[in-house]
């Protein structure tokens, strides 16, 4: 059920335990974030699609996790901290989750139950994990840092974006703006 996506513990990265309750009725980018990736600026992509479309509905969820080759070592305050001085983040920030494996979060279960594979994937970045022996265990798995779902305002995932489609690509773009319009 869609609503269910509202009801999945969560922290915010200052330590306050709540749900994604607040934001029901507007449309969602949840991503899972680094701060030591090859693909960390795309925080700045995420704070301008953020600042673009707010006003209209619009938030980008930020989760940090841990699970690819240790690229999000800091503590809550440390990732907060490099995230406000260097992208000037004001999206919400969640604390550090797993997106993978077997202490995956149950929010990343529900996204990756829901969208299965990737709607928006040019599948080069997978191929190049791939020469470094990094292999996805089952195809629903998350393959990367910056991977985003697309949540409706009913709470239906409706998208699912591959981390190196970048927070301006078009395709992106347009289907959040499909999703604002509904």
């Not at 693909?39 to 995420?46: A, N, S, V």
């Not at 969208?115 to 022996?133: F, P, Q, R, W």
Request: proline share 4%.
């Amino acid at each position: 059920m869609a609503d269910d996506i509202y009801k999945i513990p969560v922290r915010t990265i200052d330590g306050t335990d709540t749900n994604l309750g607040e934001y029901k009725g507007k449309v969602l980018l949840v991503v899972n974030v680094a701060s030591k990736c090859g693909l960390t600026p795309q925080y700045t992509g995420l704070q301008k699609l953020y600042s673009d479309y707010r006003t209209k509905g619009f938030e980008v969820l930020g989760f940090p996790a841990n699970d690819f080759m240790a690229q999000e070592p800091g503590s809550e305050s440390e990732i907060k901290d490099f995230c406000d001085a260097n992208y000037n983040v004001e999206f919400p920030l969640f604390s550090k989750i797993s997106v993978k494996g077997d202490d995956q979060h149950e929010l990343y279960k529900h996204l990756t139950a829901a969208k299965s594979e990737t709607n928006v994937n040019d599948g080069a970045m997978e191929e190049n994990l791939k020469g470094y022996g990094h292999n996805r265990s089952t195809p629903d798995e998350i393959l990367w840092n910056f991977e985003k779902f697309l949540v409706g305002k009913d709470g239906e995932v409706t998208a699912r974006f591959a981390p190196d489609v970048a927070p301006d690509d078009r395709r992106l773009i347009e289907k959040v703006e499909a999703e604002l319009a509904k």
